[in-house]
């Protein structure tokens, strides 16, 4: 299992999750009633959960080349998902959402 914090405008939101299933779940911290992550996912109390990575977490990772180089530089397998958003969306993301590993 792996988990990171999830942050708007530097603000904790929530938990991402990957299960050792490769399942995931995201959930808003209890009592948070800021500005939802992404449209698809407001602010609720359930968590939300999905076979893969939700679309707008894997819409944050770089694709082709920009992908090979940082998988190789940072020693993480190209079709690790979970493993490159952690490695590389703590700072300097498209927007305002950030990730931090726990």
């Known amino acids: 299992m792996r988990l990171c914090k999830v942050f708007v405008h530097d603000k904790e939101v929530g938990l991402l999750q990957e299960t050792d299933e490769r399942t995931y779940m995201f959930v808003y911290n209890d009592g948070y009633n800021g500005e939802p992550v992404c449209l698809a996912m407001p602010v609720r109390k359930e968590p939300y959960y999905s076979d893969y990575l939700f679309p707008f977490f894997f819409n944050m990772?770089?694709?082709?080349?920009?992908?090979?180089?940082?998988?190789i530089s940072l020693h993480i397998d190209e079709n690790d998902?979970?493993?490159?958003?952690?490695?590389?969306?703590?700072?300097?993301?498209?927007?305002?959402?950030?990730?931090?590993p726990v």
């Open 61 to 71: 990772l770089s694709e082709g080349a920009n992908r090979k180089l940082q998988s």
């Open 81 to 100: 998902d979970f493993g490159i958003l952690l490695a590389t969306a703590q700072n300097d993301t498209i927007g305002a959402v950030t990730i931090k």
